[in-house]
């Protein structure tokens, strides 16, 4: 007989946020707003099935989301280094083994980068200045 500890809904609610935070705080600054509702559409980072998860799965998810949203903010700040590549082609294939649909690789998000530096991103704050 094996035993399997099963994910808890925080955990659930946790992986959830990430990935909401990832497309509206850090996504608007690689693509348009256009190409962000087709995302959405298609299913990219859709948790279906998350509550089946076990308590192995989320975590590898929950870590994955967390490295690769540290990747694109380094990326954001101009630091484009190999490693960084690296990091985020093993959390991306982490991803993908969960089934979890996430369909870029890092040079997306590098060559998106590239003299589009201003997308439609949310302002921190509502004061003109």
Partial sequence: MKIITAS???QQEYVM???????????PYFFNKDHMASLHHSGVMNAQGIEEYSLQDILEVTAA????EAVLECLLEGNDELHHAERFEENRRILEKRNWYFPFYY??????????MFKQVKPDNDWIL
């Fill in 8 to 10: 808890t809904p925080e």
């Fill in 107 to 116: 040079t997306d998000f590098k060559e998106s980068l590239t003299g589009n």
């Fill in 65 to 68: 989301l967390q490295t690769i």
């Fill in 17 to 27: 946020h990430m990935t909401n935070h990832l497309y509206q705080n850090i996504f």
